[in-house]
């Protein structure tokens, strides 16, 4: 299976200036999402932007894909103290099995905001 | 979305004990999925859970040492057998709502330490 690349692996930024993150992978995929991590607890979903997109914007977030480079951005604008968590990207892994799908995902970006 | 629960949040455990690890949905779901975070990393998956078969593992896990049960379709739990320091981790568990958005919805953990 094939599993994201992230980096950079730390991020740490002032309060108020915008962090990217980007993300490479391996295969040809149907879609790409972004989660977030705060402090070891569980995902929560971010955004997900199929093969056939190019940029999707959701609040302060916007994503890339470039599945010719088979990567990924993901831009944080204004950011927030709220905002320090780890980031990972995730790719669909293999089949849909009775409606439910695999995900792979990436090692992830360590983000700190300084306020 | 979905909303998902998990018992214990974390443990302290002996070396060679087991513990097992409950997940519960509020909905009902076809497919749950069992992580494993070891300190610093990223998620891998140890195997889907289907309700009504048994689950499927990917490589490296098996079944003797991560026994899971599944006996209807808002519960699923996962058992960390004959522990070793090794198996410090956090546990998550996921579902895919089956709806064909590939978002997967995250427990909160589980952060295991084995002395």
């Known amino acids: 299976s094939q599993q994201g690349e992230e980096d950079p692996q730390a991020l740490s930024i002032q309060e108020g200036e915008n962090a990217t993150m980007n993300c490479s992978y391996k295969t040809s995929i149907n879609n790409l999402q972004w989660y977030r991590q705060n402090s070891g607890r569980g995902l929560v979903h971010l955004i997900l932007?199929?093969?056939?997109?190019r940029e999707k914007h959701s609040g302060r977030l916007r994503v890339t894909l470039d599945t010719s480079k088979k990567s990924s951005s993901l831009l944080i604008t204004a950011s927030r103290a709220a905002d320090t968590a780890s980031y990972f990207c995730?790719?669909?892994?293999?089949?849909?099995?009775?409606?439910?799908?695999?995900?792979?995902f990436g090692q992830g970006t360590r983000l700190t905001i300084n306020p | 979305s979905a909303v998902i629960s998990q018992k214990p949040s974390r443990d302290i455990c002996q070396r060679g004990t087991s513990l097992t690890i409950q997940c519960q949905v509020d909905?009902?779901?076809?497919?749950m999925f069992w992580y494993r975070q070891q300190p610093g990393q990223s998620l891998t998956l140890i195997a889907t859970?289907?309700?009504?078969?048994?689950?499927?593992?990917e490589s490296g896990f098996v079944i003797d040492k991560f026994p899971i049960s599944r006996p209807n379709l808002t519960f699923s739990t996962l058992t960390v057998s004959n522990m070793s320091p090794e198996d410090s981790s956090i546990y998550l568990c996921s579902v895919d709502r089956g709806l064909h958005t590939d978002t997967q919805y995250f427990g909160p953990g589980t952060r295991l330490t084995v002395l």
């Open positions: 932007i199929r093969s056939n997109e």
């Open positions: 859970a289907n309700q009504g078969s048994e689950a499927t593992y």
């Open positions: 995730a790719t669909d892994d293999g089949p849909v099995i009775q409606g439910a799908q695999k995900l792979v």
């Open positions: 909905s009902q779901v076809t497919m």
